[in-house]
């Protein structure tokens, strides 16, 4: 046996024996270069082969020819099977199974008092009123002192207020708003006010901290009573459905008079009689009242000239009733299980 023949049997073994150990793809890739690349051993020895005694040369050349063959199809068959356990990103792209279901993706939603507030808005805005806003952080001027309640008035126990210093507070309710707007506008004015209010309230089912309003008002010449009940019962017909029993009560507030509250018939036993509503058939939905002649005379409009009617609502309370919820802490908890509900 020729030199020339020696080395190439070697190389082949060790390419067999090297070949067999191989479960990597990429190691695979090297060791083909090793053997078979340009400067790989076989490749070498096959241009090392001219350097054979002439004679010898053609079965020599076959020879290497047929070693390189095997050795490249050794490659080949281990190639494709490691391809199988080892598939490539194409591979595994063919694989997708179209048949399977597939993820779910969460959209974002709004917070259900956003829409709460967004949907009375919406409807006091189908009837002509415009939107108004005011600070959350408020004087005791235009919290209190301009809606008629003096400093010691009992009626400011009502709403146990977050005090900043002896003058500004957290305010309490979005009333206020109806202040900083007829102070800077004449009649007619028709205004929707959405806003978050403070109390100092001990947290529980029914009441938190930070809860919001939304407040609406119209002062013109000749606005009366009934025109109050026709708003706001169009408004709660078209929020809770046009069944939907109304009534309204004689109640007190310091900005107006009279003052009334709304109460609907219970969403929950359709005034049957239920825990909800405690056995009385109806819920509390909102204050209103024809506004005071005192708070138009704060403001500079002429009490003999003008009236008007206003009206405040709590948006959690709201949302409460529709959803059927009996907690008002879980509007804040940001609880997810909670929030994908709406
Ligand atoms: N501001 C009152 C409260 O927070 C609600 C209210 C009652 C607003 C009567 C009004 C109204 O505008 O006329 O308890």
Known sequence: ????????????????????????????EELKAKYLGRRGT??????????????????????????????EGIFKERFEELKIQEPSKEKRAEFFDYTLPGRKSWSGKL?????????IIEIFYGMGFEVAKGPDVETDHYNFEALNFPKDHPARDMQDTFYIDDEILLRTHTSPVQIRVMEKRKPPVRIIAPGRCYRHEAINARSYCCFHQVEGFYVDTDVTFADLKGVLSAFVWELFGKEVGVRFRGSFFPFTEPSAEMDIACVNCKGKGCGLCKYRGWLEILGAGMIDPEVFKNVGYDPEVYTGYAFGMGVERI????????????????????????
């Open 1 to 28: 046996m020729s030199k020339f023949e020696d080395k190439l049997r070697e190389a082949q073994k060790e390419a067999q024996e090297e070949l067999a150990k191989v479960d990597k793809i990429k190691d695979l």
């Open 319 to 342: 949302a409460m009733l529709k959803y059927g919820i009996d907690d008002i802490r879980l509007f804040y908890e940001n609880d997810l299980r909670f929030l994908r509900q709406f």
């Open 42 to 71: 076989i490749t070498s020895l096959l241009k090392n082969l001219k350097e054979a005694p002439e004679e010898s040369r053609p079965a020599l050349g076959k020879l290497a020819n047929e070693v390189k063959d095997q050795i």
């Open 111 to 119: 917070h259900p008092i956003t829409q709460i507030n967004e949907k």
